[in-house]
């Protein structure tokens, strides 16, 4: 696959390969070590690319420093801060419900602008801790980061606004390491042997931060699509017959948010013995999420959309080995509910446009919809 800026690499769809790849010791995810002519400042990377591999944080990492980046981040994403945090997603999400109060009912209302973007943006904020008033500025900045079809220099302005506004927040953590997410990761970092520089840990926020809304935000659109386009499959989460997780788990499977992370690089030439592929030393390698969960030994009638499947569970859309997503439970708990309660609130809403039509993301990246209109009814 040529990716932006002619980076050749190895697309990877069988879901099997992609587990064995991706928790396998042949296979790094660090750039600045095991890419070849990258390491040595002799190949060019710019764009996107450039934004993705370029930071030092636990999913641009490999061994021993991928597992001391990362101990930080895991243990700011516990269960019972998940737990702690429902009351508090709760009331998120029924504060956005009541912002749409007094929508006609035969008025187009955008499910993403005015509904799905606030949850995740609310959650993280809350969870560090970012003062309200650098929220709109940050989100901005963030979006930008996931438009894989802008330029180098918009893409080099989105990462320094969001970094100029991490860098503030660190300064303020350093100082008051709260109860939040980022007190815990200060206070985590600092106990680890080689505590982490005020840079290293901006970097760790960038990553929660990014990794943590938009991908939330086409969560939450696309399950409510994928519900409301399949009434069947919807009144068996409304009767109670298949849990939310279940149509959740199946909705990622069918359409991930992350379609694909760039990128990984073999450690050393290697031959994988069940497939038989052999990879260079060096060689980049793209594994693609989105592909790999529509493959057809894994998953009968892969395009259909089916909440009882239960193999929608183990698909790869948290990734898998030791970069699995650590905020996947924070992730379930918010759509789940964002979810629900809107169902509950408005029982008659209907997309005001087929699926088909819906505007979706510009990236191999990023996937979902930028815009859904529906009728509240
Ligand atoms: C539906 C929502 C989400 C999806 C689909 C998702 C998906 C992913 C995927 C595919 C990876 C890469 C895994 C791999 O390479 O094997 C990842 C990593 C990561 N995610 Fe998520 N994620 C979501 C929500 C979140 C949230 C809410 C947070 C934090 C608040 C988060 C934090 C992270 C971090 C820090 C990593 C890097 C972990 C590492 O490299 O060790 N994600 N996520």
């Given at each position: 696959m040529e990716l932006p800026g002619g980076v050749l690499a190895r697309a990877v769809v069988d879901p099997a390969l992609a587990e064995r790849l991706s928790a396998g010791?042949?296979?790094?995810?660090d750039a600045a070590r095991h890419w070849p002519g990258y390491r040595e400042g002799t190949r060019s990377v710019d764009g996107v690319i450039a934004q993705w591999i370029g930071t030092h944080n636990a999913l641009n990492s490999y061994g021993d420093d991928h597992r001391q980046l990362r101990a930080p981040i895991a243990a700011a994403l516990t269960r019972r801060r998940v737990e702690a945090m429902t009351p508090e997603i709760e009331s998120i999400v029924q504060d956005v419900l009541d912002g749409l109060?007094?929508?006609?009912?035969?008025q187009n209302v955008d499910l993403v602008q005015s509904?799905?973007?606030?949850i995740p943006h609310e959650v993280i904020t809350r969870l560090l801790g970012v003062p309200a008033e650098h929220l709109p500025a940050f989100s901005t900045a963030a979006a930008g980061l996931f438009d894989t079809s802008a330029g180098a220099e918009d893409m080099a302005r989105s990462m320094g606004a969001v970094l100029a506004l991490l860098d503030r927040l660190v300064d303020s953590a350093r100082m008051h390491p709260w109860d939040n997410l980022i007190g815990d990761l200060v206070r985590a970092a600092d106990a680890s042997e080689s505590p982490l520089s005020d840079t290293a840990l901006r970097d760790q926020l960038m990553l929660i931060i990014i990794a943590g809304t938009e991908t939330t935000v086409h969560a939450i659109g696309t399950l409510l699509v994928h519900l409301l386009s399949h009434r069947d499959q919807l009144a068996l989460v409304t009767s109670g017959q298949a849990p939310m997780e279940d149509a959740l788990m199946e909705s990622l499977r069918l359409r991930?948010?992350?379609?694909?992370?760039p990128l990984r690089f073999a450690v050393r030439q290697f031959q994988d013995?069940?497939?038989g592929e052999e990879f260079d030393e060096g060689e980049p390698i793209l594994v693609h999420i989105a592909g790999a969960n529509l493959d057809s030994e894994r998953y009968e009638d892969p395009e259909r959309f089916d909440v009882r499947r239960n193999g929608g569970a183990r698909s790869l859309a948290f990734g898998?080995?030791?970069?699995?997503?650590?905020g996947a439970a924070l992730a379930t708990r918010e759509i789940v509910i964002a979810v629900t309660r809107f169902l509950e609130r408005h029982p008659d809403v209907r997309l005001a446009r087929a699926p088909d039509l819906l505007e979706q993301t510009a990236s191999f990246i990023s996937n979902g919809y930028t815009s859904i209109a529906v009728e509240l009814g």
């Open positions: 010791p042949h296979v790094s995810r109060e007094g929508t006609g009912a035969d509904y799905a973007l606030h991930p948010p992350v379609a694909s992370v013995s069940r497939s898998y080995g030791p970069h699995v997503c650590p």
